[in-house]
């Protein structure tokens, strides 16, 4: 570990004074963006969305 957990994380982020204003019931984590190989056909998968509206919020807030 190198100390900086992901924002909203209960488990390992301690006590957040702010953590009300995030106003997201779960941790800031997403994958915007995912590439695997398919495990039998060796062919590339891809994958992408956007971000769900409460993170879209968020990082709009902190502009």
Do not use: T, W
């Amino acid at each position: 570990s190198i100390h900086h957990p992901v924002i909203g994380d209960k488990l390992y982020g301690g006590k957040n004074p702010n953590c009300g204003a995030l106003k997201m019931k779960r941790q800031a984590l997403h994958a915007r963006y995912l590439e695997v190989n398919h495990p039998l056909s060796g062919a590339l998968l891809s994958f992408s969305v956007n971000l769900p509206f409460d993170m879209e919020s968020f990082l709009q807030s902190q502009k």
